[in-house]
Protein backbone atom coordinates (compact mmCIF):
# COMPACT_ATOMS: atom_id res chain seq x y z
CA UNK A 1 0.00 0.00 0.00
CA UNK A 2 1.30 3.11 -0.76
CA UNK A 3 0.82 6.15 1.55
CA UNK A 4 -2.06 8.22 0.13
CA UNK A 5 -1.08 10.90 2.29
CA UNK A 6 2.47 11.64 0.49
CA UNK A 7 1.89 11.65 -3.16
CA UNK A 8 3.61 14.79 -3.40
CA UNK A 9 6.96 14.28 -1.57
CA UNK A 10 8.63 11.42 -2.25
CA UNK A 11 11.48 11.71 -3.35
CA UNK A 12 12.28 15.02 -1.07
CA UNK A 13 15.73 15.48 0.14
CA UNK A 14 15.58 15.61 4.12
CA UNK A 15 19.03 18.03 4.07
CA UNK A 16 17.25 20.45 2.02
CA UNK A 17 14.27 20.27 3.25
CA UNK A 18 15.12 20.68 7.23
CA UNK A 19 17.74 23.17 6.58
CA UNK A 20 15.10 25.86 6.25
CA UNK A 21 13.92 25.45 9.79
CA UNK A 22 17.10 24.89 11.93
CA UNK A 23 17.04 28.84 12.93
CA UNK A 24 15.44 30.43 15.45
CA UNK A 25 16.48 27.89 18.56
CA UNK A 26 15.41 27.80 22.07
CA UNK A 27 18.17 27.71 24.90
CA UNK A 28 16.58 24.91 26.73
CA UNK A 29 14.74 21.84 25.99
CA UNK A 30 11.23 22.51 26.13
CA UNK A 31 10.05 18.40 26.89
CA UNK A 32 7.35 16.03 25.99
CA UNK A 33 9.03 14.76 22.56
CA UNK A 34 10.39 18.12 21.81
CA UNK A 35 14.02 18.26 20.83
CA UNK A 36 16.35 20.89 23.24
CA UNK A 37 17.46 23.74 21.24
CA UNK A 38 14.12 23.34 19.29
CA UNK A 39 12.90 25.94 15.76
CA UNK A 40 11.15 28.60 17.69
CA UNK A 41 8.21 29.34 15.34
CA UNK A 42 6.54 32.28 13.57
CA UNK A 43 5.16 33.62 10.90
CA UNK A 44 7.89 33.67 8.70
CA UNK A 45 8.41 29.81 8.99
CA UNK A 46 5.34 28.38 9.80
CA UNK A 47 4.55 27.50 6.30
CA UNK A 48 8.38 25.91 5.58
CA UNK A 49 8.07 24.09 9.10
CA UNK A 50 4.78 22.18 7.49
CA UNK A 51 6.70 21.17 4.29
CA UNK A 52 9.74 20.07 6.41
CA UNK A 53 7.31 17.36 8.42
CA UNK A 54 5.50 15.96 5.20
CA UNK A 55 9.23 15.82 3.73
CA UNK A 56 10.58 13.61 6.53
CA UNK A 57 7.42 10.92 6.82
CA UNK A 58 7.92 10.70 3.04
CA UNK A 59 11.25 9.78 3.50
CA UNK A 60 10.72 7.09 5.67
CA UNK A 61 8.02 5.75 4.19
CA UNK A 62 9.55 5.70 0.22
CA UNK A 63 12.49 4.16 1.72
CA UNK A 64 10.27 0.77 2.95
CA UNK A 65 8.29 1.33 -0.57
CA UNK A 66 11.74 0.90 -2.53
CA UNK A 67 13.04 -2.20 -0.13
CA UNK A 68 9.63 -3.61 0.18
CA UNK A 69 7.75 -3.77 -3.03
CA UNK A 70 10.77 -3.80 -5.43
CA UNK A 71 12.87 -6.02 -3.22
CA UNK A 72 16.21 -3.49 -3.68
CA UNK A 73 18.23 -1.46 -1.27
CA UNK A 74 20.05 2.03 -2.30
CA UNK A 75 23.44 1.22 -2.60
CA UNK A 76 26.09 1.80 -0.03
CA UNK A 77 29.37 3.57 -1.14
CA UNK A 78 30.65 2.09 2.28
CA UNK A 79 28.88 0.93 4.97
CA UNK A 80 25.96 -1.34 4.40
CA UNK A 81 21.80 -2.13 4.64
CA UNK A 82 20.85 -5.26 6.40
CA UNK A 83 16.90 -5.94 5.50
CA UNK A 84 14.43 -8.30 7.22
CA UNK A 85 11.43 -9.99 5.98
CA UNK A 86 9.34 -7.89 2.53
CA UNK A 87 7.78 -9.51 -0.39
CA UNK A 88 9.86 -12.28 -1.55
CA UNK A 89 8.03 -12.18 -5.24
CA UNK A 90 6.63 -8.91 -6.68
CA UNK A 91 2.97 -9.57 -7.85
CA UNK A 92 -0.61 -8.76 -7.36
CA UNK A 93 -1.58 -9.19 -3.42
CA UNK A 94 -4.14 -11.34 -1.95
CA UNK A 95 -5.06 -11.26 1.49
CA UNK A 96 -1.31 -10.81 2.52
CA UNK A 97 0.41 -9.14 5.23
CA UNK A 98 4.41 -8.05 4.83
CA UNK A 99 6.32 -6.84 7.81
CA UNK A 100 10.16 -6.84 8.16
CA UNK A 101 12.75 -3.75 8.93
CA UNK A 102 15.75 -1.91 7.22
CA UNK A 103 18.96 -1.31 8.91
CA UNK A 104 21.31 1.70 7.90
CA UNK A 105 24.94 0.55 8.94
CA UNK A 106 26.21 3.60 8.18
CA UNK A 107 25.45 3.62 5.00
CA UNK A 108 26.97 6.34 2.54
CA UNK A 109 24.47 7.31 -0.21
CA UNK A 110 26.37 9.55 -1.76
CA UNK A 111 26.74 12.83 -1.94
CA UNK A 112 28.75 13.02 1.36
CA UNK A 113 25.22 12.14 2.87
CA UNK A 114 25.33 9.09 5.28
CA UNK A 115 22.36 7.54 6.99
CA UNK A 116 22.49 4.91 10.24
CA UNK A 117 19.41 4.00 12.23
CA UNK A 118 16.16 1.49 11.70
CA UNK A 119 12.96 1.67 9.96
CA UNK A 120 10.20 -1.48 10.94
CA UNK A 121 7.06 -1.85 9.12
CA UNK A 122 4.08 -4.14 8.54
CA UNK A 123 1.71 -3.70 5.22
CA UNK A 124 -1.33 -5.61 4.80
CA UNK A 125 -3.12 -5.87 1.17
CA UNK A 126 -6.27 -7.61 0.47
CA UNK A 127 -7.70 -8.51 -2.78
CA UNK A 128 -10.85 -7.07 -1.82
CA UNK A 129 -9.94 -3.82 -1.08
CA UNK A 130 -8.65 -2.91 2.71
CA UNK A 131 -4.98 -2.38 2.84
CA UNK A 132 -2.88 -0.58 5.80
CA UNK A 133 0.42 0.72 6.29
CA UNK A 134 2.64 0.89 9.43
CA UNK A 135 5.51 2.04 9.75
CA UNK A 136 8.28 3.11 12.55
CA UNK A 137 11.54 3.79 13.19
CA UNK A 138 14.31 5.89 13.99
CA UNK A 139 17.07 7.36 11.73
CA UNK A 140 20.18 10.04 11.61
CA UNK A 141 21.28 11.37 8.53
CA UNK A 142 24.68 13.38 9.08
CA UNK A 143 26.17 15.57 6.12
CA UNK A 144 28.79 18.27 6.15
CA UNK A 145 29.28 17.99 10.12
CA UNK A 146 25.45 18.14 10.66
CA UNK A 147 23.52 15.10 11.97
CA UNK A 148 19.82 15.35 11.41
CA UNK A 149 17.86 13.08 14.02
CA UNK A 150 14.38 11.77 13.59
CA UNK A 151 12.92 9.56 16.18
CA UNK A 152 10.18 7.91 17.65
CA UNK A 153 8.97 8.10 14.02
CA UNK A 154 5.04 6.58 13.76
CA UNK A 155 2.98 6.05 10.87
CA UNK A 156 -0.29 4.15 10.49
CA UNK A 157 -3.08 4.95 7.49
CA UNK A 158 -5.93 2.42 6.74
CA UNK A 159 -7.69 2.36 3.36
CA UNK A 160 -9.28 0.70 0.54
CA UNK A 161 -8.37 0.67 -3.17
CA UNK A 162 -11.84 -0.20 -4.41
CA UNK A 163 -13.67 2.21 -5.55
CA UNK A 164 -12.48 6.15 -4.89
CA UNK A 165 -10.01 4.22 -3.18
CA UNK A 166 -10.42 6.36 0.58
CA UNK A 167 -7.64 6.24 2.98
CA UNK A 168 -7.65 7.95 6.72
CA UNK A 169 -3.57 8.39 7.85
CA UNK A 170 -4.65 7.95 11.95
CA UNK A 171 -1.40 8.24 13.09
CA UNK A 172 1.71 10.73 12.05
CA UNK A 173 4.26 11.38 14.48
CA UNK A 174 8.19 12.14 14.91
CA UNK A 175 10.40 14.38 16.80
CA UNK A 176 13.29 16.39 14.41
CA UNK A 177 16.73 17.37 15.97
CA UNK A 178 20.18 18.85 14.22
CA UNK A 179 23.23 18.50 15.70
CA UNK A 180 23.71 22.26 15.22
CA UNK A 181 20.52 23.14 17.27
CA UNK A 182 16.98 23.30 15.44
CA UNK A 183 13.72 21.04 15.58
CA UNK A 184 10.35 20.23 15.95
CA UNK A 185 7.34 17.52 17.29
CA UNK A 186 5.56 16.66 15.11
CA UNK A 187 1.95 15.01 15.29
CA UNK A 188 -1.66 14.73 14.11
CA UNK A 189 -4.55 16.01 16.20
CA UNK A 190 -7.14 15.02 13.49
CA UNK A 191 -6.36 11.81 11.14
CA UNK A 192 -5.91 12.59 7.50
CA UNK A 193 -8.71 11.57 5.36
CA UNK A 194 -9.23 11.42 1.49
CA UNK A 195 -9.16 9.88 -1.53
CA UNK A 196 -7.41 8.52 -4.53
CA UNK A 197 -9.02 10.55 -6.45
CA UNK A 198 -7.62 13.57 -5.00
CA UNK A 199 -3.99 14.97 -4.57
CA UNK A 200 -4.32 15.89 -0.84
CA UNK A 201 -6.77 15.25 2.50
CA UNK A 202 -9.77 16.72 2.08
CA UNK A 203 -9.69 16.89 6.20
CA UNK A 204 -7.60 16.63 8.88
CA UNK A 205 -4.82 18.77 11.64
CA UNK A 206 -1.21 18.49 11.67
CA UNK A 207 0.42 20.05 14.81
CA UNK A 208 4.30 20.45 15.44
CA UNK A 209 5.70 21.84 18.40
CA UNK A 210 8.66 23.80 18.78
CA UNK A 211 10.50 25.94 20.78
CA UNK A 212 9.66 28.29 23.91
CA UNK A 213 5.82 26.65 23.55
CA UNK A 214 5.62 28.00 20.11
CA UNK A 215 2.83 26.41 17.47
CA UNK A 216 2.54 26.12 14.16
CA UNK A 217 -0.94 24.34 12.73
CA UNK A 218 -1.96 23.16 9.31
CA UNK A 219 -5.79 22.40 8.72
CA UNK A 220 -6.78 20.39 5.36
CA UNK A 221 -9.89 21.98 4.35
CA UNK A 222 -12.20 20.11 1.33
CA UNK A 223 -12.40 22.76 -1.62
CA UNK A 224 -14.79 19.61 -3.98
CA UNK A 225 -11.86 19.93 -6.17
CA UNK A 226 -8.82 17.65 -6.35
CA UNK A 227 -6.59 20.06 -4.51
CA UNK A 228 -7.56 21.11 -1.17
CA UNK A 229 -6.60 24.31 1.03
CA UNK A 230 -4.54 24.27 3.70
CA UNK A 231 -5.64 26.74 6.63
CA UNK A 232 -1.93 27.75 8.22
CA UNK A 233 -1.71 28.92 12.24
CA UNK A 234 1.20 30.01 14.34
CA UNK A 235 0.71 30.61 18.59
CA UNK A 236 3.88 32.31 19.68
CA UNK A 237 2.09 32.71 22.93
CA UNK A 238 -0.99 34.24 22.91
CA UNK A 239 -3.16 31.52 20.73
CA UNK A 240 -3.42 30.57 16.94
CA UNK A 241 -3.88 33.29 14.39
CA UNK A 242 -3.86 32.77 10.72
CA UNK A 243 -0.61 33.91 8.90
CA UNK A 244 -0.83 36.21 6.27
CA UNK A 245 -1.40 34.28 2.08
CA UNK A 246 -3.03 31.50 4.66
CA UNK A 247 -4.73 29.49 3.33
CA UNK A 248 -2.59 27.61 1.00
CA UNK A 249 -3.22 25.17 -2.11
CA UNK A 250 -2.37 21.76 -0.15
CA UNK A 251 0.24 21.11 -3.14
CA UNK A 252 1.85 23.91 -1.49
CA UNK A 253 2.65 21.96 1.40
CA UNK A 254 2.86 18.57 0.23
CA UNK A 255 5.95 19.68 -2.66
Do not use: H, R
Amino acid sequence: MMPKTLPYVLGASLVTATAITMTGCSSSSSGGGVPANATVFGTANAQAALIDAFAVAALFVETVEVAVVNSISVPCASGSITESGGIPVVGPPTNTTWSGSITFNSCDIGGGIVIGGNISYTITEDSTGPESTDVTGNVTFTESGETITISALNFKETGNSSGGGNYSTNIFSFSLSSSLGGGFLAELTQPLVGTDLENCPDSGVVLLTGGTNTFVQGTFVDTGSSDSNVTIEVDTGTGFSEISGSPVVCTAILI
